[in-house]
């Protein structure tokens, strides 16, 4: 494991401790930004956000799946680490220069339907939201 690798995994270590965010499950490939193939399984097209706290919905064009786990941080430039990837959940640890961090959780019910969570700091202030994503259409 580089020296970038081994240190973006200490702080989502120390993240996930402070956070009480439960097990990490790490693999070298993971580790190395590989995979996320569940991602690009999901329908492409336009996706709705519902929130669960009722905030208002949200659309989304899903072209690879990854638009899923950076909805606080739709900037590029985020760099992203990858503690879970799974055939049926991922988990992506990012941080962005300036604007702060998140981890997303992105569970798939179907090819058109997921179960999201996130939290994190952007802008400043923290977010933490739980969500539905559907397909629901073309984008």
Known sequence: MNRRAAITAGLVGV???AGGLGPLVL???AAQGQGLAMLGRLTKGQWTVKH???SPDRKICVRSGQELIQLRHPESGCS???IEDGEAKVTVQYTCPNN???RTSVRRETAGLV???SQGIGDGLPFQFTA???HTGRC
Request: proline share 0%.
């Open 27 to 29: 693999s070298e490939a």
């Open 15 to 17: 993240l996930a401790v």
């Open 100 to 102: 702060g961090f998140g």
């Open 132 to 134: 539905e994503a559907r």
């Open 52 to 54: 669960r706290d009722g």
């Open 115 to 117: 179960q999201l969570e």
């Open 80 to 82: 992203q680490f990858v």
